[in-house]
């Protein structure tokens, strides 16, 4: 079985930062595309950052500039860096990653993390 686990969530002023991880273990051959999505109360979920097994990335306006996702592949982890955060980043972030668990399965399936709670005060 997959599981990705995210950490580094909390509460920050606005202005401040924070830096979350997601770490995926378990039966893994290959990762390819990983991400950050986000939900706050009331909303749909929307993508935040995206990074390829290349590392090209990709953001939405609303960050472009304040947030920048990394991976190290060694450690099959994604961060997503949060910096100059606003009450409006206030949401529960999730981790997904499109894995394909076997050398002998050319399938990729899609993971979700639990999600981390980030909270920005103003």
């Known amino acids: 079985q997959v599981q990705l686990v995210e950490s580094g969530g909390g509460l920050v002023q606005a202005g401040g930062s924070l830096r979350l991880s997601c770490a995926a273990s378990?039966?893994?051959?290959?990762?390819?595309?990983m991400n950050w999505y986000r939900q706050a109360p009331g909303n749909q979920r929307e993508l935040v950052a995206t990074?390829?097994?290349?590392?090209?990335?990709n953001y939405p306006d609303s960050v472009k500039g304040r947030f920048t996702i990394s991976r190290d592949n060694a450690k099959r982890t994604v961060y997503l860096q949060m910096n100059s955060l606003k009450p409006e980043d206030t949401a529960v972030y999730y981790c997904n990653a499109d894995i394909q668990r076997d050398v002998s399965d050319s399938r990729w399936y899609s993971y979700w993390g639990q999600g981390t709670q980030v909270a920005v005060s103003s």
């Open positions: 378990g039966s893994i051959f290959r990762i390819n595309a």
């Open positions: 990074i390829t097994l290349g590392g090209s990335t």
